[in-house]
């Protein structure tokens, strides 16, 4: 797909799908109405990471800002608790739908969705019971003592919302695996409206972190709900006979999830850990300085991630249907585009960064041009890495992922750890840079070069 041929994509009218041509173009005609959708989705969310930062920081300050930004990055840390069952989901539901019976797709949705919330529930109540003995005051250092009673009272309420957000997420994967994620990207973007509404007002009266965790999380999360009214209005899910749909649905989840499961551990370690590492030798001043540089950077992650994860069900779709034409090319345009793209957003940041970041939080803190440097590195990889992935993960090539993400995760925990201990913050990111180009290119570069060679020939 050529970006200078989207146009002919942007209609609300169905392809002809009774052709391989036709396949091909509803295809991508979803993926640009989801491209489409993901703008004004990601734009608002944004604007409200953006104004998280100028809202909050002038009174939280840097080191209650720091707490809530480590206590907020749990939530992907720990997305590994649905199991796998979310991911399992999408490509189970984009199986389904290729069938085009509706009969066993409504069965694998309202099984799945059912066992989701089954786990959501148990993951709160575990998370909540585990929170309340963990030593948070050396898990996150902080000078001001009063901030520790703070803590453990966001804490608590982190796991509640999460839970919520186990099932809300799962409806999302759902509207992925059909190939629908622009209806799922609407109500996100209605969500962060709401949000940003209630955030000023919140900021306004100099609220709390537990406030905020619910402002940030609990409407998104809610937001992401009201897409079950979709889902019932269109005979896709049903309340009648769900406890047998979940019985019958749940082992062949947790079979597909098993892997997906590994490798979202994988991935909590690899990438979701750095806040806590950092809290736990530099203080949570310093994760302030990192939270705003990664929010920073995803100027260049995100319009490379709206671009690239619609793909995940027009690949499992493909895949299907045996179209590795599509797949062949989808891949290659998908892959230089993300690269172009992130190296010239990231030089610019490289530069340009410092002072956007002393504008953004009114001076209250200071990024150095080596740290803006090495995120730059780390922030082009992982968008490369990203997009990879959706062919990966559309084209079932899940154990081998599992196998890179497990090297790279052991790999990297180790370098950051020796990195952030040694050097600082700097050498930790651009460590993990290295260490990831490194693995990655062994692993898809050799290792696993004829698997991937073998779904686009």
């Known amino acids: 797909m050529k970006l200078l041929t989207l146009h002919k994509y942007l209609r609300l009218t169905p392809f002809d799908t009774f052709t391989e041509q036709g396949r091909s173009d509803e295809r991508y005609r979803r993926v640009v109405l989801s491209m489409a959708a993901n703008v004004m989705s990601r734009g608002a969310a944004m604007v409200v990471m953006v104004m998280t930062v100028s809202l909050t920081v002038p009174y939280l300050g840097a080191e209650r ?6 206590i907020a990055s749990f939530a992907g840390m720990l997305m590994f608790l649905d199991l796998g069952i979310g991911n399992a989901l999408t490509n189970k539901v984009a199986q389904r739908a290729a069938q085009h019976n509706p009969e066993q797709l409504r069965k694998v949705i309202s099984g799945g969705l059912g066992f989701l919330f089954l786990i959501g529930c148990g993951v709160g109540a575990l998370l909540m019971a585990l929170f309340s003995f963990l030593p948070w005051q050396q898990l996150i250092k902080v000078s001001n003592l009063l901030l520790h009673a703070e803590i453990r009272s966001a804490a608590l309420l982190f796991a509640g919302l999460f839970g919520l957000h186990i099932f809300a997420n799962g409806i999302q994967r759902i509207f992925t695996g059909l190939q629908r994620a622009f209806e799922g990207h609407l109500a996100s973007m209605i969500g962060s409206v709401v949000t940003l509404l209630v955030l000023w007002l919140a900021a306004r009266q100099e609220s709390g972190i537990t406030v905020l965790l619910t402002v940030t999380l609990g409407i998104q999360s809610v937001a992401s709900l009201s897409l079950i009214f979709l889902l019932l209005k269109r005979g896709q899910f049903c309340f009648p006979g769900l406890l047998s749909n979940i019985r019958e649905e749940a082992p062949h989840l947790l079979h597909i999830g098993g892997l997906f499961l590994l490798l979202q551990i994988g991935v909590m370690v ?5 806040s806590l590492i950092i809290s736990s030798h530099l203080g949570a001043e310093q994760v302030a300085v990192f939270a705003v540089v990664q929010r920073l950077f995803q100027l260049v992650s995100q319009p490379m991630s709206i671009m690239n994860a619609p793909l995940w069900g027009a690949y499992a779709d493909a895949y299907a249907k045996n179209d590795k034409a599509f797949i062949r090319t989808t891949l290659k345009s998908s892959l230089t585009t993300t690269l172009a793209y992130t190296t010239i957003v990231a030089m610019v940041l490289v530069f340009a960064g410092g002072q956007i970041v002393d504008v953004w939080t009114k001076a209250a803190i200071q990024i150095s041009l080596g740290l803006l440097a090495a995120y730059a590195c780390w922030a082009i990889l992982e968008a490369v890495g990203n997009a990879l992935s959706m062919f990966l993960n559309g084209c079932g090539i899940v154990r081998q992922q599992v196998v890179h993400v497990v090297v790279f995760s ?29 693995i990655t290119s062994v692993a898809y570069g050799w290792f696993f070069r004829e698997t991937l060679s073998a779904q686009m020939k």
């Open 65 to 70: 800002f720091g707490v809530w930004m480590t």
């Open 270 to 274: 690899g990438w979701g850990a750095d």
């Open 410 to 438: 052991i790999a990297s925990i180790a370098v950051k750890f020796f990195m952030i201990r040694t050097f600082g913050l700097e050498a930790m990111i651009l460590g993990t840079a290295v260490t990831y180009a490194i």
